[in-house]
C-alpha cells in the first residue's frame, strides 16, 4: 500500500539576491515516514532544496520565484523558519552548528523552543537512548567536543523538537567510516521507531542508498534521475558517477574516467 | 583606615551600579551585535519614570519601583519593536546610528519635559538599614544600592543558566542561523533583550537618582561610561561587564579620594587604555573555541 505523499515540491525555481538562479524548476515528493536521499555533487542545489522548504532560505537573501511547496496540504515556500519550525519541519544543517558556548544538554534544550512551554526530561531521556555517548558529555561545552559527539548532537536537537519531517544535511561530512556507519544506523532507527519521514542529503551515495528507500539525483540545479534505491544502486550512471565502480563490476582508473566528462549530462 | 574601607564600599556599591547597567548593554550586543548608544537616555527613562511616580503622583514607594519596572520593560520592548525591527538584516553601521539618534531623541524629550534641573527624591529609605562596624558608618543608600545590585545580578545569572528562554538567548548569541533552524523566533529574542536591558537600565538609573538626585545630563553621562566598563571586561562578557563595573567603580572612587575629585572621570579611561594594551578583547572577552 502506497503511504500518503507529505511533502511535494512543484516545479520550484529558487533566486539568491534577485540575481543568482541556483534552481531550476525542481520537483520531488516525499511519502509519509519514508528515507528520501538527495544525491548530488557539489553545488547542485541539494542544501539550497532544503533551505528552500525550511524557510532558511530567508536570512540569506533567497527566494522560491516560481513553484510551490505542500507540506501537509499547507502550501510553505517563502514562509517564515518560525512559521514552518512550527509545522513540524526541523533542519539539520550542514557542517554541525552547536552552540559551542553552551553545555550539550542546553544545546539540546534550545531543540523545544517550538513547545518551550512544555515539560522536556522525557525528550532528553529519548535523545540519550539513542546517542548514549552524549551522557558522560552532558555538562560539557559542545565546542570542546568531538564531531562525531557533534553530529549526534545536532541530531539529537533536532529530535527534540518532535519532527515530523527532518532535513539532514551532509551527516556524514568529515567523519571516519565506523562513525558514519553509526551515524546512518542511527537515523534508520530513528525513521523507523518514530516514524519521521527523512530528507537525506549525502555526498557518501553509497551509505545513503543502503538506508534511504527512494533517492533523487540532483544536477545544476536540476533534479536528473529518480527512482526506488535498490535500482538507482543498480543503475550504471549512479554507479559510475557516485559509488565509484565500472560497469564492470571493477574500480575504474583515474584515467578513464574522463568518461565522466563525456557522461556528466543526463538531461 | 576608615576613609579606605569607606572609599572601598562606595566604589563596590558605584562598580555594582554601573556593572549592572553594563550588563543590559552586553545583552543587546551579544544577541545582535548592536552597540546601544542610547543607554544612559533609557537610565535616564528609568530615573525620571521613577520620579514622576513617587514625587509628583505620590505612589507608595514598592509600587512605584515595580509600575517603574514594569514600565521600562514595556518600553524597551516597544523600542525594539517600533525603531529597530524594521533595520533588522540592514547594515549593522545604520542600526548602531539609529540608536545614536533614539540618544538624541530621548534626551531632547526628558530635556523637553524636565529641564535640565536636579531633582530629589523624598527620602525614603529607612535609616536602619545603615550599617555601623565600630567607627565606620555605611549610609543606606549604600547598602540598597549594592544590594539592588547583588539581587539582579543574581536573578539575571539564573535566568541566563536555568531558564528556557535565557537559553534560547544564548543560542542565538552564540548561533543564530543554527537557532533559526531549531524555530527560536530571533526576533522576539532581540526583543526581550532590549526589555531586559531597558529594565536593568532603569533599576541603575534609579539607585544612581537616589545616591545623586536625578538630572537629565548627569545620568546620560554617566550611561556613557557602561563604555569603558564593558570594553574592559570584554563586549561579549555579561560576567565580564559585572567585574569591569567594579574595577571602574572602584578606579573612580579611589582616585576621587586619594588623588584629586577632578581626575576622577579621567583615570578609568587611562587604566583603560593599559589595559587594552596587554588584553585588546577586554578581560573577559570571547577567545573563540577552535576546536569543532
Redesign the interface.
Known amino acids: 500500500m502506497k503511504d500518503a505523499t507529505v511533502l511535494q515540491i512543484n516545479n520550484i525555481s529558487v533566486v539568491y539576491s534577485d540575481v543568482i538562479q541556483v534552481l531550476k524548476g525542481v520537483s520531488l515528493s516525499v511519502e509519509k515516514h519514508r528515507i528520501v536521499s538527495l544525491l548530488g555533487s557539489n553545488g547542485a542545489g541539494k542544501t539550497t532544496t532544503l533551505k528552500a522548504i525550511?524557510g532558511?532560505l530567508h536570512?540569506e537573501n533567497g527566494k522560491v520565484t516560481e513553484g510551490s511547496i505542500i507540506y501537509d496540504g499547507v502550501p510553505v515556500q517563502n514562509s517564515s523558519?518560525?512559521e514552518i519550525?512550527?509545522l513540524g519541519i526541523?533542519?539539520?544543517?550542514e557542517g554541525?552548528?552547536?552552540?559551542?558556548?553552551?553545555t550539550i544538554e542546553?544545546?539540546l534544550?534550545?531543540?523545544?523552543?517550538?513547545r518551550?512551554t512544555k515539560p522536556y526530561k522525557r525528550d532528553l531521556e529519548m535523545v540519550y537512548h539513542y546517542f548514549p555517548s552524549l551522557v558522560k558529555r552532558r555538562k560539557t561545552?559542545a565546542?570542546?567536543c568531538s564531531?562525531g559527539e557533534?553530529q549526534m548532537l545536532?541530531m539529537g536537537?533536532?529530535l527534540m523538537?518532535h519532527p515530523k519531517l527532518l532535513l539532514l544535511d551532509e551527516p556524514s561530512l568529515g567523519l571516519a567510516p565506523l562513525v558514519v556507519k553509526e551515524i546512518f544506523r542511527i537515523i534508520a532507527r530513528i525513521n523507523e521507531e518514530q516514524g519521521t519521514t527523512i530528507i537525506l542529503v549525502e555526498q557518501n551515495a553509497n551509505m545513503a542508498l543502503q538506508i534511504a528507500h527512494y533517492g533523487y539525483v540532483m544536477e545544476n540545479g536540476k533534479i536528473v534521475m529518480e527512482g526506488i534505491s535498490s535500482e538507482l544502486r543498480e543503475n550504471p550512471d549512479v554507479k559510475e558517477f557516485y559509488l565509484g565502480v565500472g560497469a564492470g563490476g571493477v574500480s575504474r582508473s583515474y584515467r578513464d574516467v574522463k568518461s565522466y566528462k563525456r557522461r556528466k549530462r543526463w538531461l | 583606615m576608615d576613609f579606605f574601607f569607606h572609599l572601598l564600599i562606595n566604589g563596590l556599591s558605584i562598580g555594582l551600579l554601573y556593572g549592572l547597567s553594563a550588563m543590559g548593554f552586553v545583552m543587546i550586543f551579544k544577541s545582535s551585535s548592536v552597540l546601544n548608544f542610547a543607554h544612559g537616555e533609557l537610565m535616564a527613562i528609568g530615573a525620571f519614570l521613577f520620579l514622576v511616580l513617587v514625587s509628583w503622583a505620590h505612589v507608595p514607594i514598592p509600587v512605584a519601583f515595580l509600575i517603574t519596572l514594569v514600565g521600562s520593560f514595556v518600553i524597551g520592548f516597544a523600542v525594539e519593536r517600533v525603531f529597530l525591527r524594521p533595520l533588522i538584516?540592514e547594515h549593522l553601521i545604520f542600526v548602531i546610528m539609529l540608536t545614536v539618534g533614539l540618544a538624541s531623541m530621548f534626551k531632547g524629550l526628558l530635556l523637553f519635559i524636565f529641564g535640565g534641573n536636579l531633582y530629589i527624591y523624598p527620602d525614603f529609605l529607612p535609616s536602619s538599614l545603615g550599617i555601623t562596624i565600630n567607627t565606620l558608618v555605611i549610609p543606606p543608600v549604600y547598602v540598597a544600592s549594592s544590594m539592588t545590585g547583588i539581587i539582579f545580578l543574581v536573578l539575571f545569572g539564573l535566568f541566563f543558566k536555568f531558564s528556557?528562554?535565557g537559553?534560547?538567548m544564548?543560542?542565538v548569541a552564540?548561533?543564530?542561523?543554527?537557532?533559526?533552524?531549531?524555530?527560536?523566533?530571533?526576533r522576539r529574542v532581540f526583543a526581550l533583550s532590549w526589555a531586559i536591558a531597558a529594565l536593568v537600565a532603569a533599576m541603575s538609573g534609579i539607585v544612581l537618582g537616589i545616591i545623586n538626585g536625578t538630572n537629565v545630563h548627569e545620568i546620560t553621562s554617566i550611561g556613557l561610561k557602561v563604555f569603558p566598563v564593558v570594553i574592559l571586561g570584554g563586549l561579549d562578557s555579561i560576567g565580564g561587564a559585572i567585574i569591569g563595573g567594579i574595577i571602574i567603580g572602584l578606579l573612580e572612587t579611589f582616585t576621587a579620594g586619594y588623588i584629586s575629585p577632578a581626575l576622577r572621570d579621567v583615570i578609568p579611561y587611562i587604566i583603560l587604555v593599559f589595559i587594552l594594551l596587554i588584553k585588546p578583547y577586554g578581560l573577559f572577552g570571547?577567545v573563540e573555541?577552535e576546536?569543532?
Request: charge should be positive; hydrophobic fraction near 40%; charged fraction near 15%.
Open positions: 525550511s532558511l536570512p523558519p518560525e519550525t512550527r526541523i533542519q539539520v544543517l554541525r552548528q552547536p552552540f559551542k558556548y553552551l542546553e544545546n534544550r534550545v531543540g523545544t523552543a517550538i518551550w561545552l565546542g570542546y564531531g557533534l545536532v536537537r533536532a523538537a | 538584516g528556557s528562554q537559553i534560547f544564548r543560542s552564540d548561533n543564530q542561523t543554527a537557532s533559526l533552524s531549531l524555530g527560536v523566533h530571533v570571547l573555541i576546536r569543532v
